[in-house]
């Protein structure tokens, strides 16, 4: 793993999410052909009210992920770091050049993921827990964000008998949520 990566690169993402019960995800992990199924583990951070900040471990490898909301789209930062150390040198690097002081944990979230290729990018199911709750989600994930492939996610969404409806809060979102909520 490259650990020096240069941090002010980043990507556009562009993603449609969907929150589901329960009894339908477990419906969809049966009927979608998912070939891969991680533990991944996110690690939350405090950073600007227009920030969402993690560390995520998925099989003992770290990455950290900063995700910028501004101008209407997500610019998110990411790169792999040798452990679970918020003052490692790329992150603070990255911290730097943000103007970000003094990010503060907030707690963790596991999440059981399956996923697969679909159509033009990644299809996710998953199963996420935190402070008490569990929660069920749709998502798909793009790989490139000008080449959109909504109507192939809204017909396998109506194969299940939905229409989309956009998730009104990430999982970073909901974490807090639930945080102030538990205060």
Known sequence: MNYNKC?????????YKMMIDEALYY??????PCDRLVTQTNYYY???ANMGMRIRMIDDNYFFTLKHFIKGQVR????????????????????????IEDPFYLGEMTTIRSSCS?????????RSLY?????????????????????????LLAEFGLNYRQSPYSKYTRFKNRLEEIK
């Open 118 to 126: 679909f159509a033009k990018g990644e299809l996710c199911l998953d």
């Open 7 to 15: 941090m002010t690169t980043y990507h556009i993402e562009k993603e």
């Open 27 to 32: 419906v969809m992990t049966q009927s979608i």
């Open 131 to 155: 402070l008490g709750i569990e929660d069920y989600e749709i998502e798909y994930e793009l790989n490139d964000p000008t080449d959109d492939d909504f109507t192939a996610f809204a017909s």
């Open 46 to 48: 405090q950073a600007k």
């Open 76 to 99: 998110e930062y990411e790169f792999p770091i040798k452990e679970n150390d918020i003052s490692d040198p790329s992150i603070r690097a990255l911290l730097k050049e943000l103007n």
